[in-house]
């Protein structure tokens, strides 16, 4: 992610693309999950469905903050590109990390998500 400035995307632009380019990274390892999941994708949108329990997981960009939202088992995080990675906010974690985390305890297997 070299479009980043000191941690910054240098425009709306640039966010809005590289996020798009994240998301679909993302939807295109969910759906090789062999689990009962409804993602769908929208621009600065990534949504999934868990049908085993009709919850949903969304990821959303945050153009004004460029952040990425993710809302969770009735939980919130957000998520800044720090260092060529997304990282929570408040606590650092790595946003692949926590993704697969979360994805591993709804689906019971072990997850691992990675961007190029």
């Known amino acids: ?14 966010f809005r693309k590289e996020v798009g380019v994240v ?4 939807l295109d390892q969910i759906d ?3 689990a ?13 469905l868990f049908e085993a329990d009709g919850s ?4 959303s960009q945050q153009t004004p903050t460029h952040e990425l ?7 919130a995080w957000h998520f800044r590109c720090l260092d060529e990675q997304w990282v ?4 650092g ?8 985390r979360l994805f591993s305890g709804k689906v019971g297997d072990s997850i691992a998500f990675e961007l190029d």
């Open 1 to 14: 992610m070299s479009t980043t400035l000191n941690g910054r995307f240098t425009d709306d632009t640039v």
């Open 23 to 26: 998301l679909r990274s993302l």
């Open 32 to 34: 090789e999950i062999d």
């Open 36 to 48: 009962d999941l409804d993602p769908r994708l929208t621009p600065g949108n990534l949504q999934v």
């Open 56 to 59: 949903t997981f969304v990821l």
């Open 69 to 75: 939202w993710l809302s969770a088992n009735l939980r």
């Open 88 to 91: 929570e906010r408040d606590t």
């Open 93 to 100: 974690e790595p946003m692949l990390d926590l993704l697969g």
